[in-house]
């Protein structure tokens, strides 16, 4: 059963009618008295509350109840219905423990996909951790390589969100393999047979934005020299993946907010309102809680794609998955090479279980491939990575770079790029002043060195 409450009776008679329409039993409360009594007379599955269900303006009423039910009915969710001039009480509300808000109006199917979220994550019962074996014959995990703990606890989690339309937020390193996350993700949920969009927010400039994510209409500007649809459209009915959105400029998060809230989008130069059915996946390599704190990424926005987490583990903390990984990529260059039956010695495999991997799964991709391309043999040893270490990045914490003279200049290039990535802890702003570059320079040679 759903509990509402709010002291508007047309609200109440309208989330009834819709409530019950799609099959829910549905209890009405107007005051804090009567939420407690339903509390703990009937089975509440779920409450619907007002922020501001009684004669107060400012919230309290609303804070002071949702506090007392995450004190004594913790596993019920509550969802948060405000106007979108209070987002701030919204918030607080989320600091609270309130599963999601919806700012008023709201839009039907979004009121609906938020209720069953919540009650679809609230009913997964916690089982024992299943082998990599087991996952495989009733999910599409194939894009994910390795068996470590930590990876398995990723994809028993990714089998419980994945059906649902909850927006995930993927955070971990770079180079960990949050894209490939989110379209597993993706393959394994209803809409799989929608568009995948992925989206590098980073490399789109703030006048660009609007363009890029909602599109325009011909004649909106100079070089709008046609209708052009945005990323939300073309991921309708699909998933969009916002990945590096800790780059993004507080201008844009606030239009990305709104029409995350508001399941529209419109054109430049466009005065219609579209509607998107979009699964929202983001990701990102920076602390947004800290970029929070000092103000430059909106904890409004934070909460609303945070619903649920996915930290990805750096390689060096996920060893036992290296020779599983390296079995994938060659394998896979040995197709692309025609080099058949290409595998690891016992000490090379030891050799890349020892090293750091700064840049995680995509440095050991880079340095398999470069190995493969300048080895004779198909039988890699740890002398044959050797052999190439004059042309590789460090793999240890030290600063230095590989001897020049052994080096391209796109493999100097490469090296300080690396360098400078690893030193600021990928902050591309950071990273890209101290290379003497723009964002969008420095964005260009992280493309054309498989960086991003």
């Not at 994510?213 to 070089?223: E, L, S």
Request: include cysteine; charged fraction near 25%.
């Amino acid at each position: 059963m759903i509990l509402i409450v709010d002291d508007d009776i047309a609200i109440q008679a309208s989330l009834q009618l819709l409530l019950r329409e799609n099959g829910f039993k549905v209890a009405c409360a107007s005051k804090q008295g009567e939420a407690f009594r339903a509390l703990k007379e009937e089975k509440i599955s779920l409450i619907l509350m007002d922020m501001n269900f009684s004669s107060s303006t400012t919230g309290e009423d609303g804070l002071e109840l949702l506090a007392e039910v995450k004190e004594y009915w913790p596993d019920i969710p509550v969802i948060l219905i405000t106007g979108w001039g209070s987002i701030d009480l919204a918030v607080k509300g989320m600091r609270g423990g309130a599963f999601d808000f919806i700012a008023k109006p709201w839009d039907n199917q979004r009121m609906l996909r938020s209720v069953n979220n919540a009650l679809a994550l609230k009913g997964k019962k916690k089982q024992a951790q299943r082998t990599r074996n087991k996952l495989d014959q009733q999910y599409d995990f194939s894009l994910v390589v390795g068996r470590d703990p930590k990876m398995l606890t990723i994809l028993e989690t990714i089998t419980n969100v994945a059906p649902t339309t909850a927006p995930v937020l993927i955070t971990g390193e770079s180079g960990t393999g949050k894209e490939v996350i989110a379209e597993t993700i993706h393959r394994n949920s209803d809409r799989q047979t929608g568009p995948f969009i992925a989206v590098n927010l980073g490399a789109i400039p703030p006048s660009l934005f609007e363009s890029e994510m909602f599109g325009h209409q011909k004649g909106a500007f100079t070089d709008a020299k046609s209708d052009k649809p945005g990323k939300f459209e073309l991921a309708q009915g699909g998933t969009l993946f916002l990945d590096e959105i800790g780059e993004t400029d507080l201008s844009s998060q606030v239009k990305l907010l709104r029409v995350l809230q508001e399941q529209k989008v419109e054109r430049i130069g466009d005065t219609k309102p579209r509607s998107i059915d979009v699964r929202i996946i983001c990701a990102t390599n920076r602390n947004l809680p800290q970029m929070v704190a000092e103000g430059t990424f909106r904890e409004d926005l934070f909460f609303r794609i945070n619903l649920i987490n996915l930290e990805l583990p750096p390689l060096r903390e996920r060893t036992s998955d290296i020779a599983d990984l390296s079995t994938f990529f060659l394998d896979k260059f040995g197709q692309q090479y025609g080099k058949k039956d290409l595998s690891l010695e016992q000490d090379a495999l030891q050799y890349l279980k020892d090293l750091k991997f700064p840049g995680n799964i995509r440095e050991l991709k880079n340095m398999l491939e470069r190995t493969v391309l300048m080895s004779s043999t198909t039988q890699l040893s740890k002398a044959d990575f050797l052999k190439q270490s004059g042309a590789s990045i460090p793999t240890s914490s030290s600063d230095s770079l590989p001897e020049i003279g052994t080096m391209t200049l796109d493999e100097m290039e490469e090296a300080m790029v690396r360098k400078a990535l690893d030193k600021y802890d990928n902050n591309i702003t950071q990273a890209a002043k101290s290379l003497g570059l723009s964002r969008q320079m420095l964005y260009r040679r992280m493309e054309k060195y498989g960086l991003n």
